[in-house]
Each structure stands twice: as structure tokens, then as C-alpha cells.
């Protein structure tokens, strides 16, 4: 009979969160004091709760966050004087600009005014090259928490088939890096890739970022596949739904992401670990 193993993405990122706990502790009681700055320019919905979350998980850990919160309208010059401002104290560990950005300001002159040390999202164009020579880095959090929910749940990833949907810099290009790192055979496929259902039927770790509801089903999946899907979205009932349609995968694959619990939470318990990493850092 056909088992589907579901990959607990809340479970594993309570257990990474409870070990960074015991390590904050060990580091404040030798007087270290490990600080995030949040940046949040606009008050979207979405933005905000994932805000919360992250505060939230700062303080379960024992992380000091500070918050930032600016108005829509604010200037992008202003945006990145707090950033030039907050590069240079030395008691705040890792920054981090929630995404997107209101339109007039331009995303990536942001990013790149965050100082590598600090740049606890892995967004900085040097930490994305040393992601790809090998070099130590910060690693986006999304595809980071995705090797640890492969990991943690004991699936081989070495020498395995893994194509990856989706080539946004964000998920897509570091996942592919990552898994690369680990020795997968890996497929970037996109919008444009033809015959797609063909492609990702290679997979036997496929890997959905293509940002489009319940859209893969089990015609793109082979029997057996591991499928992680990054996608969140509210279907026509207003519930949470991914870029997999769950129901019909969970048929033909051997583990699956649940959304929601899955890949999200994974994304700040990686971004807990990159602040606790980023005490102590020399310019890399
Ligand atoms: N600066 C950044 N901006 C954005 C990032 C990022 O990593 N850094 N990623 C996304 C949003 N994101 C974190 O910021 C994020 C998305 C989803 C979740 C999550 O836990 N999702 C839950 C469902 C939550 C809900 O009720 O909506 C789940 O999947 O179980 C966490 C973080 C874009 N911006």
C-alpha cells in the first residue's frame, strides 16, 4: 500500500529554534548579546505577520530585535541611512529589510546596502557569490530550511535527481546552489521550460517555487518523488494552499510538505540561526 510521509516543517523548526535557545543562553551567559534589526517600510498584511513572527521568535530564543517600522511613503534615501547607520553599530548583529518593498524604492540598491556581516538573509550579492564558489556566507533562509527539512527527515540527497521549479533569486538560483553543494544532479526549470511535466517527472527530489496555486499535480511527479513545495497562497475558500495541489501529489510521492507547516516556518528558524552565526563576524 502507498505511504506518504509528510515533512514537519513546524516540528523540525521548534527543534531548531529549542537548539538556538540553549546556545543564546550559553552565549549570554558569557555576556553576549546576539541583536536583529527589523526593517518594515508599509504596513502589507502579509509583511506584517511574518514581522510578527520573526519578533516572536527573536524573543522565544533570547534574541534582542529592534524594530523598525517606517511609513509607505518613506524616501528610498532615508531607507538607506538607517541601513549606513545600522551597519556601523557595533551591538546590532544582522539586519534584515522585510520584502517586498514598496514600488519607488528599488530593492536591490537595498540589499546591497546591507553590510555582508550583517546581512542575516543571504540576499547580498556577495554573500549569493560565495554561495557559489563554496565560499562561508550567509545562506538565503527558504532554501537553507529546506536542506534542513530534508535533512532532519533522513532523506539522502547525495547523487539524487533534483529539479527545481522557479528561478528567483530569493528561492530558485540558491536552492539549486545548495543542492549542488550536496551533490544532487540539478534541473532549474522555469516558465519557459518546455515539456515541464516531463521534466519534473526526472525528479526524485522535486522542488516547487514557481509561485502558482495548487498547480503541479501528479502528472509532474514521479512515483516514489520527495516533493518540497515553497509556494504559499489562499485558495478560492480563503484557505492556505501551495504551489502543489497536496491532495493529488500525496497519491504518487513518498514525502510532501504540508502548507501551511511546512517550508514557512523553516524560513525563520534559518533566519534565528544566521542572527546566532553572525555574532563575532569580521568583515568576509
Ligand atoms: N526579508 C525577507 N523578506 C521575505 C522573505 C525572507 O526570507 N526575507 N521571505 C518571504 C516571506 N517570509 C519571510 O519573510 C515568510 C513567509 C512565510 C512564512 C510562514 O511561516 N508561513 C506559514 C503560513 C503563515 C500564514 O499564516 O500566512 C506556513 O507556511 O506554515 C514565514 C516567513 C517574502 N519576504
Keep these: 500500500m502507498h505511504m506518504t510521509q509528510i515533512i514537519d516543517g513546524k516540528a523540525i523548526s521548534a527543534q531548531i529554534k529549542d537548539e538556538l535557545k540553549t546556545k543564546v543562553a550559553a552565549m549570554k551567559a558569557e555576556g553576549t548579546q546576539v541583536t536583529l534589526a527589523v526593517i518594515q517600510v508599509g504596513d502589507d498584511p502579509a509583511s506584517s505577520v511574518y514581522v510578527g513572527n520573526k519578533k516572536k521568535a527573536c524573543e522565544y530564543i533570547g534574541i534582542k530585535s529592534l524594530a523598525y517600522e517606517l511609513p509607505e511613503e518613506t524616501p528610498e534615501k ?27 524604492i528599488d530593492e536591490d540598491k537595498v540589499i546591497a546596502t546591507i553590510s555582508p556581516e550583517k546581512d542575516v538573509d543571504g540576499f547580498h550579492p556577495q554573500s549569493v557569490g560565495a554561495l557559489c564558489i563554496g565560499q562561508p556566507g ?70 516547487v517555487a514557481i509561485g502558482k496555486p495548487k498547480m503541479i499535480t501528479k502528472e509532474y511527479v514521479k512515483e516514489g518523488a520527495v516533493v518540497i513545495d515553497v509556494g504559499i497562497h489562499r485558495d478560492e475558500n480563503k484557505k492556505l494552499c501551495g504551489d502543489v495541489d497536496y491532495e493529488d501529489v500525496a497519491a504518487v510521492c513518498s514525502w510532501v510538505t504540508p502548507v501551511p507547516g511546512g517550508v514557512g516556518p523553516m524560513t525563520i528558524a534559518m533566519l534565528m540561526n544566521n542572527c546566532v552565526e553572525s555574532v563575532g563576524l569580521e568583515a568576509r
Design 138 to 207: 550567509f545562506v538565503s533562509c527558504t532554501p537553507a530550511g529546506i536542506i534542513q527539512l530534508l535533512k532532519r527527515s533522513g532523506i539522502e540527497i547525495s547523487g539524487k535527481e533534483c529539479v527545481v521549479i522557479g528561478r528567483s533569486n530569493i528561492v530558485g538560483k540558491p536552492m539549486a546552489l545548495l543542492m549542488l553543494r550536496e551533490n544532487a544532479t540539478v534541473t532549474v526549470a522555469h516558465s519557459r521550460t518546455k515539456d515541464l511535466k516531463e521534466v519534473a517527472k526526472r525528479a526524485d527530489i522535486l522542488i
Design 78 to 104: 532615508e531607507l538607506l541611512s538607517l541601513i549606513e547607520e545600522l551597519n556601523k553599530k557595533v551591538d546590532v548583529n544582522g539586519i534584515l529589510v522585510q520584502l517586498p518593498l514598496p514600488e519607488h
